[in-house]
């Protein structure tokens, strides 16, 4: 437990120090890469567009990144519920976040949880697009923080609960598409 309190002290001095570090280009960037359209829909729409111009069937990698923002929604929504860690200017009332508060708990980072979600899978099942959608899902973990609406450790936590949804969401759907691509092969290339 004392280790536990001296993270969570850790974590509070570490959010403090951002303060000192705003500079209003940088709060204004931050706060457009933590806007709502960013945290999935946009990641959603590159996936389904992707899709359509390689004119695959059913839309797989959509979909993958789809069941990924969901599930990765409801799962930081349940875990925001059951720790109901405070967000920062609610724990400290003279910390001030550089944009307005939502009502839900710190604990873990919806935002995070969704961007990393998303991104793991669109970087498992379209290898050239990682990097970009990494560093995305990234800028939106550091804005959480640099914005003063969550604290480190609820970021870091959103991510690697994201990355584990994105990740098996987009292995299950790889694994699917080997055993259609199997099950559609012609009889004459399968073994006897």
Not at 90 to 96: G, L, M, T, V, Y
Not at 109 to 119: Q, R, Y
Not at 138 to 146: D, N
């Amino acid at each position: 437990m004392d280790f536990l309190h001296q993270l969570l002290q850790l974590d509070h001095a570490a959010i403090e120090q951002t303060t000192a570090l705003r500079w209003a280009p940088a709060t204004a960037f931050f706060a457009l890469a933590s806007a709502a359209w960013v945290k999935g829909p946009l990641f959603v729409v590159m996936a389904f567009l992707r899709d359509v111009k390689n004119r695959a069937m059913l839309l797989p990698t959509g979909f993958a990144v789809l069941v990924s923002l969901v599930l990765a929604d409801l799962a930081s929504s349940g875990l925001k519920e059951a720790v109901d860690r405070p967000r920062p200017p609610r724990a400290d009332p003279s910390f001030e976040a550089a944009v307005p508060l939502a009502p839900s708990p710190s604990f873990p980072s919806g935002h995070a949880t969704t961007t990393f979600a998303c991104a793991v899978a669109i970087a498992v099942l379209v290898p050239k697009l990682r990097w970009p959608a990494l560093t995305v899902a990234a800028t939106v973990g550091v804005a959480r923080v640099y914005l003063g609406v969550h604290y480190t450790l609820d970021v870091l936590a959103g991510a690697a609960l994201g990355s584990l949804i994105g990740l098996a969401v987009a292995l299950l759907v790889k694994r699917a598409r080997r055993l259609r691509g199997a099950a559609c092969a012609p009889l004459s290339s399968q073994p006897s």
